[in-house]
Nanobody
Framework: QVQLVESGGGLVQAGGSLRLSCAASGRTQSNYVMGWFRQAPGKEREFVAAITWIGGSTYYAASVKGRFTASVDNAKNTLYLQMNSLKSEDTAVYYC?????????????????WGQGTQVTVSS
């Protein structure tokens, strides 16, 4: 099993920055892709970003490309999401997730493990 613990959410003003962290523990060697998803009230969970554990290949939703950066720290088994130029529409609960294989990267239900979620609120 893999456990994911998120941190870094909070309240920021539009145009500000925030960095989310997701610490992974357990049998992390089985994970190949780490992803970030978000869900606003009344909306479906949507893909935000993903990164391969080895190689660091990244994938981004069009809505965040150029503003958000996903990264991994192999030594710390930690996933990060650096969020810059935040907008009010970025307000949501953000979840980190992990999966074993680089397939169906954009599909939330294809991920095997999930963090508890962390609230990000962007005020205007």
């Amino acid at each position: 099993q893999v456990q994911l613990v998120e941190s870094g959410g909070g309240l920021v003003q539009a145009g500000g920055s925030l960095r989310l962290s997701c610490a992974a523990s357990g049998r992390t060697q089985s994970n190949y892709v780490m992803g970030w998803f978000r869900q606003a009230p009344g909306k479906e969970r949507e893909f935000v970003a993903a990164i391969t554990w080895i190689g660091g290949s990244t994938y981004y939703a069009a809505s965040v490309k150029g503003r958000f950066t996903a990264s991994v720290d192999n030594a710390k088994n930690t996933l990060y999401l650096q969020m810059n130029s935040l907008k009010s529409e970025d307000t949501a609960v953000y979840y980190c997730a992990a999966k074993s294989f680089a397939s169906a990267i954009l599909i939330a239900t294809s991920y095997d493990y999930w963090g508890q979620g962390t609230q990000v609120t962007v005020s205007s």
